[in-house]
């Protein structure tokens, strides 16, 4: 891919074109983790190239996390994307780069940033549409407040994983339907959630909600999200008080944050919200992203959900997250919740693709409800860069292990 | 109070006598803010008295947080609280110790850790029952998983401030229940809720579960938590995923960590769990601690509850939190949720206390429910120390501002 705009060799549908340029922290052999730009499959080492030219906040990419450069804010961000991308297409910097191109295959790549407090929002209609009538199929499957506002709740933050964490099954307490008492044992519902995550990177202050048009000073980029959820677990403790340990044993995110500089050429309006939102909700730069995902089990495509038929935009989250004066910090993340269309192949969890494990899917010639222990998910997801060429989010991939 | 047992000078009725020595972050004046113990009305700047007597660890005493101290684990902490409880006994400590005496009044009180995740349970019974009955009036007050699991949720983390920080009325969405429609603006039934916090010191391993009985080696004691809720935001939101901004705005917490050695002279048995917990649940050391809280709005009572008569002990609430595989970390806070004991007055909330806003309290001749603006709670707590003196958990507060 582009041979002719980079002088760095970027095999052909490589996620990490010239246009791309996400960060992410790698660990190469012993040494300290750091901030690298991923292009093909290389990463830049970013702090003795930055170093080197004098960069403004260089040393920044000597630290393990990405949180100090997300505090920045939005004019060193749009600094550093000119920088590297001018860096990876003048060949006279070839010299200076080519030192610090780490082949990503001899790298582990980290936890990018540490999480702050995690919100997962719900905003797919047909996700809401879908868990609505599995689990209460007598009465209308989306509750009154869902098109006034976006639904969300608290996850926790500090069991958000890396990449290729292996996932433990969680036990807990469920309850069938027609027992009298719980049991405890390992979940026997061991679900996925395909999501979009958003990385806050200029906090704000208490007190002070964050207008809808001024989600693009606040929010860096995007990672994949996998919400890992254990639906008996979900059902038997989520009243009053919603889902707790049915969701907290583990959160995977891909490694590489995108900006949302790169992603604006995916940039798509919002599917039209009736009835109309109240006025904090409303705004000039209401947008959705046009993103493909793909859920993979144990290698075979099982799913292709849609970002752009998501209900509520980003920006519409964070404005409501912080309309009561809640405050957001630096390494915030807040998640879409499961991403489903409306076709059956479109469904971001396999409560959803085998509609409560009474459908069972056919994958390799083996049916499929939910988890089995060494199973590997894998999701991945691609827009389109500026110059109309695939733009990768990467993937994010866990295997589950026994409990 | 105890002039006989240490040199230095306390008030009769303080809550920090010499069996007590809270930890604290402090700030005098333009200094870095530094670790500290209550004594009476005075403050040992820790720092410079650890390190003039070559304590191990003296060094975490500098710094803003208790995070690193709380991080050593049990032995140590055992081990800097029998170094304080000679400290302030032995005469031959005053000429070490005296100038590095400071005034409680000369300083501000930081929050004394930086807070992981936050978990807020909803641990006592009267409490559930009260608001089943108001939120739920035709069917039983107590939702079917109640008596068998710490029903809880996440909360948000990065808006726990410290005692003092005033309180901006949320605004937001809520709808009455004779509207078609939500409404925007600030909340009309803002309250309280009176909750012990338990704080974590000692990490746990993702996948492995906190066995109940382990609960004094991660926790490494308790503050006073104020969880201000929006009681109309919370109303309309939290359906189906929990409580979200009706509680994301503040919740306050109290500046001094009373170390759970020195609440250990008011463990009192856990009241009756029927039916029997299941066997993660159940432990050898299963206990609750006997504290009066007291609640004042502007200067009077209008509540004492009993924390005693809390349903699930924190023992179990942990062991509940981290059944599933998930992890602590240090500087994690989980609260009890609302304690309310049986009587009308010992509610912890004024929901519970007005009975929905349907019957107010006669206050200073002034007839109360929801919070105005200008109204300044504080939440004050009591247990007994090992001599049989009062020991106090300090207090926390807090005043509303204007939206």
Known sequence: MSSAVTWIDIPANSPFGPDNLPLGVFRLDDEEPRVGAAIGDHIIDLAPVASAQMLNGSQLFARPSLNDFLALGRPAWRATRDWLFDLVRNPNDRDAVEPHLIPQSAVTM?????????????????????????????????????????????????????????????????????????????????????????????????????PVDAFEEHVYGVVLVNDWSARDLQAWEYVPLGPFLGKSFATSISPWVISLDALSASAVPLPPQDPPVLPYLAGQKLQN????????????????????????????????????????????????????????????????LTWGGREPLLVDGKEHTFLEDGDEITITAWATGSDGSRLGLGEVVGTIRPA
């Open 289 to 352: 992203y046009d993103i493909t995902f793909e859920v993979l089990l144990n290698g075979h495509r099982v799913s292709s959900p849609q970002y752009k038929e998501t209900y509520w935009s980003p920006a519409q989250m964070l404005a409501h997250m912080t309309v009561n004066g809640a405050s957001v910090r630096t390494g915030d993340l807040y998640a879409s919740g499961t991403i489903s269309g409306p076709g059956k192949d479109q469904r971001g969890s396999f409560i959803e």
């Open 110 to 210: 980290q936890l990018p940033f540490t999480v702050g407090d995690y919100v997962d929002f719900y905003a797919s209609e047909h996700h809401a549409t879908n868990l609505g009538r599995l689990f209460r199929p007598d009465s209308e499957p989306l509750l009154p407040n869902w098109k006034h506002l976006p639904v969300g709740y608290h996850g926790r933050a500090g069991t958000i994983v890396a990449s290729g964490t292996d996932i433990v099954r969680p036990s807990g307490q469920r309850k069938a339907p027609d027992a009298t008492a719980p049991t405890y044992g390992p979940s026997q519902r061991l679900d996925i959630e395909v999501e979009l995550g958003y990385v806050v990177g200029t906090p704000s202050t208490l007190g002070t909600p964050i």
